[in-house]
C-alpha cells in the first residue's frame, strides 16, 4: 500500500526528513512516535504531496507520486488525512461536511451521498447531530465528524496527525475508539500519536523518528519492551 525509499525532505537549509525508508502494507496500522520537531507531520504530508518531497520515491496506493507525472488530485481521493485541528467547513452542517466533497469530487448524487453520509455518522455515533453546525460541537464531536468526513471519500488508506491531541481529555477515547473500530475493519492507517496506549493496543508495527531519521522500527512490544536505541529509550522514559 505505501513504499517509501529515501525520502528527503528540506526546507531552504533545513534538511527535516533525512532518508526515510518503510513499507506499509494493506490493512496495518502504523503509529509514528518521537519528539516535538522530528519530522512526523513532515513525513505524514510528504505521502499526500501536501509537501513537496525534496529527494527519495513514495508510492501509495497504487500511485507512484513523486513521479512528475503523477496524478496527485487522484493519488488524494485514495488518501483520507484527519488533523489536529479538525478543518471542518464551518459553514456546512455535519450532513454538509460529510456530502460535499463526494458529490464536489466523485459526482455522486447527493441522495446517494446522503445515505452514505448518514451511515458514516451512525458509525461514528453522530447520528443525531447530522443538522448541526461544527461550531455547536465538542471537540471529541468535531473529530468524529472530521473521520467520518475522511470515511465518506471510501479512501483506501488514512493518515492521522495527532487526531487526539487537541482534545480535552474526555474526549480522547471516544475519538480513539472509532479509529480502533476502523482498524479492526482492516482499513489501513498511519497515526501520528501521543497516545501510547493506543499504539501499544492497536498497531501493528511502530515508527520512532526523531532528527528527522527513522531510528527504531519494530512492532509495539519490541518498541515498548525493549527499545533498541538509547533515543527510543530516553523518549519512553520521558512519555510513559
Ligand atoms: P513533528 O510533527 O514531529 O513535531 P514537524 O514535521 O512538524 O515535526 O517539523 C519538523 C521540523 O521541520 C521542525 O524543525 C519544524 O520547525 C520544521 N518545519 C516544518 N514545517 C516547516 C515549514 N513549512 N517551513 C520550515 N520549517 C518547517
Ligand atoms: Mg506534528
Known sequence: MISVKGL???FGDLEVLKGISTKVDAGQVIAVIGPSGSGKSTF???LNKLEEPTGGIVEIAGFS???????????????????????????LTVLGNLT????????????QAEEKARTLLKRVGLSEKEDSYPASLSGGQKQRVAIARALAMEPKLM??????????????????????????????????????????????????????????????????????????????????
Request: contains cysteine.
Open 159 to 240: 493518515l492521522f496527525d495527532e487526531p487526539t491531541s487537541a482534545l480535552d481529555p474526555e474526549m480522547v477515547k471516544e475519538v480513539l475508539d472509532v479509529m480502533k473500530d476502523l482498524a479492526k475493519s482492516g482499513m489501513t492507517m498511519i497515526v501520528v500519536t501521543h497516545e501510547m496506549g493506543f499504539a501499544r493496543e492497536v498497531a501493528d508495527r511502530v515508527l520512532f523518528l526523531d532528527q528527522g531519521k527513522l531510528v527504531e522500527e519494530g512492532t509495539p512490544d519490541e518498541f515498548f519492551g525493549s527499545p533498541k536505541t538509547h533515543r527510543a529509550r530516553d523518549f519512553l522514559e520521558k512519555v510513559l
Open 65 to 91: 507520486i513523486t513521479d512528475k507525472k503523477a496524478d496527485i488530485r487522484a493519488a488524494r481521493q485514495e488518501i483520507g488525512m484527519v488533523f489536529q485541528h479538525f478543518h471542518l467547513f464551518p459553514h
Open 8 to 10: 528527503i525532505k528540506s
Open 44 to 46: 505524514l504530508r510528504c
Open 100 to 111: 460535499y466533497a463526494p458529490m464536489k469530487v466523485k459526482g455522486e448524487s447527493k441522495a
